[in-house]
């Protein structure tokens, strides 16, 4: 649950994720499912509740060890990319090898070239993220969130803001990496076509789910839910159909 | 309880090494076995090369990208021994993209002395045609008086000038404090602690009042005209300035350049009276009043002492402002080049005016001055 004040944004959030699986968190805007995510990576604890990541407890004011070890194992999107601007490509890639391996600097290299070049980057390494399109900058925040090869990846609104052509490009990327890396990934989105494209498994929350809170309306495979299901919400997300008068 | 790192054994064999691995071949482990496994990689060049894969507890991209460097630096395939469909996946993948490094680091980068030469004349090249700009922007001003804007001018000169006053005069005070007294002290040994005040007086009005006014502006203002302006173009502001028909060099040089010629008269006056205050408190320590170091710098000091200097300094003022607001409008992209900018304005600054102090004193000379 997440409240801020005495206003509850969400609760009754409920979910397993499977290991080798793409899951998305969708829903509209203000439903709450960055804030998800906030949690789930360790940014924002739960009002109340609890989370864990490989079978262990994240959540609580004793699991700081256990945080700490699971934020090792997880590789983190941002929506606007979050390069560090002061540093090449490379560099930001690198970065994380740099903090936590032993590895030597040509090997960093070695390494961040090769995370680059599964991201289609290759040529782009010495660039300052200042220099590249908006896409070419979600790819690279990709390679950087899989420089220590997590086995869990959290992106959130990976294709917000960006073209068709390069939104599709960036869910073939995502299901070319879970093959090659075998990662989990949890994604964060409301493009209704990387939803289709990519998700194995999805839940859509709503701002509105219970009377005094959002929560989850939907979960299951979404091209399902697309087809079946008989809540108008989720009929209005998917079949971008109107909402019926008196829903909200 | 399991090894955190990498082990590797290598093994000459009849024709060739064997690079047995074992352990955690990951991010974790494999820096451990790294430079040892493409140094015995690099030594088997010519030879077959296996890599034995039976003993790892772990594999992942990092894994991947060691054996393809291995493969790297040995110049060919090794034979992969003890590998499931997932290794054999990942360095699939991995020898693509290693593949795509060897080809791109073949183009040929031209020297670099050629270059650093080729940079340096592009510099020159540009320096000159801002000089250009600026004149052209000077010549237009009747025509574009709308894009000069008073107000951005008294904005930069009461940054430059009025702000900078309290800094100017203790700076100042202390320089005539220190120099009187550094001077005095050796002085006093041969009786002319008097003339502290003609060598104070004359190297604060010839040179030194316009240089470290020169040295303040360009530390304290340069650096901000650099940063403001070459924020606005990592801001894209520049292009929309542009896109609407407006001169950047008219809106926003000029202002900063005229503000800064301007203000820096007063500044080196301030720092001039500033210094002869702190020189005279240090004359009054070893007994010599007011008058008496009055008429010492009167007789020995010539209006045109102060007046080459003010010149000067305003000269100085002008490049200054000129090299800020052309390192601010050269600004790359991205927030680095905000501070490179900066940086070279202050370094610009600061070596041209030492340079054109140089210049001064020759043609100062040569007038008589």
Redesign the interface.
Same mark, same amino acid.
């Given at each position: 649950m997440q409240q801020f004040g005495d206003r509850v944004i969400f609760r009754d959030v409920s979910f397993k994720v499977t290991e080798g699986e793409v899951f998305v968190i969708l829903g509209g805007s203000g439903c709450g499912k960055s804030t998800v995510l906030r949690q789930l990576i360790g940014l924002q604890p739960p009002s109340a509740g609890s989370i864990e990541i490989a079978g262990v407890r994240v959540t609580g004011d004793d699991a700081w060890a256990a945080r700490q070890q699971a934020q090792r194992r997880i590789g983190v999107t941002f929506q606007a990319g979050a390069l560090f601007g002061s540093l090449t490509l490379l560099g930001n890639v690198m970065l994380p090898m740099e903090m936590f391996t032993d590895l030597p600097p040509e090997a960093r290299a070695a390494v961040a070239r090769v995370k680059l070049g599964l991201v289609g980057l290759t040529d782009a390494a010495d660039q300052y993220p200042a220099e590249i399109s908006g896409g070419m900058a979600k790819r690279a925040a990709i390679a950087r969130a899989t420089a220590l090869d997590p086995p869990l990846l959290f992106l959130d609104e990976p294709s917000a803001g960006l073209d068709p052509v390069t939104s599709a490009g960036l869910d073939r990327l995502i299901l070319d990496l879970r093959a090659s890396l075998g990662a989990t990934f949890v994604v964060v989105t409301h493009e209704l076509a990387s939803i289709l494209a990519i998700a194995d498994r999805c839940i859509m929350l709503d701002a509105h789910a219970f009377p005094d809170a959002g929560g989850v309306i939907a979960a299951g495979d979404p091209r399902r839910l697309r087809d079946e299901s008989e809540d108008a919400r989720v009929r209005a997300f998917f079949r971008r159909e109107p909402l019926p008068a008196g829903v909200a | 309880m399991a090894d955190k790192?990498a082990s590797l054994t290598v093994r000459a064999e009849t024709d060739g090494s064997r690079l047995a691995f074992a352990g955690p071949l !990951?991010?974790?482990g494999?820096? $451990?076995v790294? /430079?040892p496994a493409v140094a015995a990689a690099r030594r088997a060049r010519g030879h077959a090369l296996v890599f034995d894969l039976g003993g790892i507890a772990a594999f !992942?991209?990092?894994g991947? %990208? #060691?054996l $393809? $460097?291995a493969e790297s630096a040995h110049d060919g395939a090794a034979t992969i021994e003890g590998a499931d469909a /997932?290794v054999l996946? #990942?360095l699939a993948? %991995?020898r !693509?993209?290693?593949a795509?490094?060897k080809a791109?680091s073949a183009r040929a980068d031209p020297p670099g002395s050629w270059r650093d030469l080729l940079r340096g004349f592009r510099a020159a090249g540009e320096g000159a045609a801002f000089l250009g700009a600026v004149v052209l922007a000077v010549l237009a001003l009747p025509w574009r008086r709308r894009m000069f804007q008073g107000r951005e001018f008294l904005r930069q000169a009461d940054h430059a000038g009025v702000h900078a006053l309290p800094l100017v005069a203790s700076l100042g005070f202390l320089m005539g404090l220190i120099l009187a007294f550094q001077s005095a002290v050796p002085m006093r040994q041969f009786g002319a602690v008097l003339y502290v005040a003609n060598l104070v007086s004359v190297s604060l009005l010839r040179e030194l009042g316009p240089l470290l006014a020169a040295v303040i502006l360009a530390g304290r203002t340069a650096s901000a005209f650099a940063a403001e302006i070459g924020t606005m173009k990592?801001n894209q502001e520049i292009d929309a300035l542009v896109s609407m028909g407006l001169d950047p060099v008219t809106m926003l040089v000029l202002p900063r350049l005229v503000a800064a010629l301007l203000v820096m008269p007063f500044l080196t006056l301030t720092l001039e009276i500033s210094g002869l205050i702190g020189m005279a408190v240090v004359m009054k320590s070893f007994g010599f009043g007011l008058g008496i170091v009055e008429a010492q710098v009167q007789y020995w000091t010539t209006p045109g002492d102060l007046v080459g200097g003010l010149v000067k300094a305003a000269v100085f003022g002008a490049v200054i402002a000129a090299i800020g607001c052309r390192s601010g409008l050269s600004t790359g992209?991205?927030?680095?080049?905000v501070g490179l900018s900066a940086t070279a304005a202050v370094v610009g600054g600061l070596v041209s005016t030492i340079a054109l102090d140089g210049v001064f004193a020759v043609f100062y000379n040569r007038l008589g001055f």
């Open positions: - | 790192t !990951d991010a974790a494999a820096g $451990a790294w /430079r !992942d991209m990092t991947a %990208a #060691l $393809a $460097a /997932r996946s #990942l993948h %991995a !693509d993209n290693q795509g490094r791109r990592v992209v991205g927030p680095r080049s």
